[in-house]
């Protein structure tokens, strides 16, 4: 059979492109053809991260075969074979600071949705950067990501940081545990956001002893912005923690989770460097940009952040029945998936406008093996 074509120009013309016809080539069996990969990026082509997420997901199975991916090229093809998977453990080192949980968002699906010998998953290692710009920071897509897809699509993974790992240097590893799950998975429905934020937990992580009393400043300022836009009734969870895997560096690591009363999740985070911060540490203007930011995640009317529902639309795709999602503005990043998903699968996605956000519904496929 032809390969499916993919135009890595198309839509939000990135790297999730490669990530999700990676993942679905290898689940469905179908294979692909992609051409002009990130043709507008400043850089074009297969970049670290990429290769490597190609590289994990071709070495699944002996008989996959991957042609033409270098570092840098704009094309390449992917044959997949429908065999059954060893459960030999999975070690994918980027060596770059390139995201080890944009390597895990390709990785998931394509190992939840295998065929194994025996019922357990191979234990997984990935290295790279774990709070880097551009991606999902670890914590939020511990706190925020994983735990949507536990709650909603009932696949509960588990994630453990050894290090973290930052640009430029990179040198974090993450251990994942991925279950065997029971296929196919349900639809969901995520459309009724309540009618307010109950909790909000912020997770303050800094890596240099000296950096406590920041670290300290800044949940506190977080704590009065949140009070201000959010109200006084909501539960502020504080939690700060000293990294003991970096030695060398000095960040703060801040990510915000805010609970609706019908147990809708957002997202909000920073990476903060202090060593390039020459003067005094300000926090107020770092606590009003993230606060913000999650105000306005609030405010959007999803069900869901910006940065989940993208995230989401290959799982709706794979589930069983109709799913819906409510989200604010639909990202480029979502409709990108949606075209992709909708492509390498057969499943239907529409998009409506509802009140003053979006609902995205999709007749899954309901994937077995
Ligand atoms: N701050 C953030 N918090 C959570 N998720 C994020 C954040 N920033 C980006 N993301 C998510 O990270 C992913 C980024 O995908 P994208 O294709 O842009 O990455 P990429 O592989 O680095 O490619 P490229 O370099 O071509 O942009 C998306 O799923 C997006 O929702």
Request: hydrophobic letters at 35%.
């Amino acid at each position: 059979m032809e390969p499916i074509q993919v135009d890595g120009s198309y839509g939000e013309g990135g790297g999730q492109i490669i990530r999700n016809s990676m993942s679905l080539s290898h689940i469905t069996g179908k294979s692909i053809q992609v051409n002009n990969v990130r043709k507008g990026r400043k850089v074009p082509g297969l970049q670290p991260q990429h290769l490597m997420c190609i590289e994990l997901i071709s070495k699944l199975n002996p008989y996959h075969k991957i042609i033409g991916a270098t570092k840098g090229s704009t094309e390449f093809t992917f044959i997949p074979q429908d065999t059954m998977l060893s459960s030999q453990k999975i070690v994918g080192d980027i060596r770059t600071a390139g995201s080890c949980t944009l390597l895990a968002q390709a990785l998931l699906p394509a190992l939840l949705f295998s065929r194994y010998e025996g019922d357990s998953r191979p234990p997984v290692v990935l290295k790279g950067g774990t709070d880097v710009s551009f991606s999902p920071p670890v914590d939020i897509f511990t706190n925020i990501f994983l735990v949507t897809l536990s709650k909603h699509f009932g696949i509960s993974i588990d994630l453990n940081i050894e290090k973290r790992g930052f640009y430029p240097k990179g040198g974090g590893v993450i251990n994942l545990k991925i279950p065997s799950i029971h296929l196919p998975i349900p639809s969901i429905d995520l459309v009724d956001k309540g009618t307010k934020v109950s909790e909000i937990q912020i997770d303050c992580v800094y890596t240099d002893e000296k950096s406590l009393s920041n670290a300290d400043k800044l949940c506190k300022q977080i704590g009065r912005d949140i009070t201000t836009s959010f109200g006084k009734n909501v539960e502020v969870i504080f939690n700060i923690k000293k990294d003991v895997t970096n030695r060398h560096s000095d960040f703060l690591i801040v990510t915000l989770a805010a609970k609706s009363d019908t147990g809708c999740l957002y997202g909000s985070d920073a990476t903060i460097d202090l060593k390039s911060k020459k003067t005094h540490f300000d926090a107020t203007p770092h606590s009003k940009d993230i606060v913000a930011h999650l105000l306005k995640q609030w405010t959007d009317d999803g069900c869901v952040d910006e940065y989940t529902q993208d995230q989401l639309i290959i799982f709706m795709a794979l589930s069983k029945g109709t799913s819906r999602l409510r989200v604010g503005p639909l990202t480029d990043h979502t409709s990108t998936a949606i075209h992709f998903c909708s492509k390498m699968t057969g499943a239907t996605f529409t998009v409506e406008k509802s009140e003053s956000s979006f609902v995205v519904t999709c007749e899954g496929i309901g994937y077995t093996t």
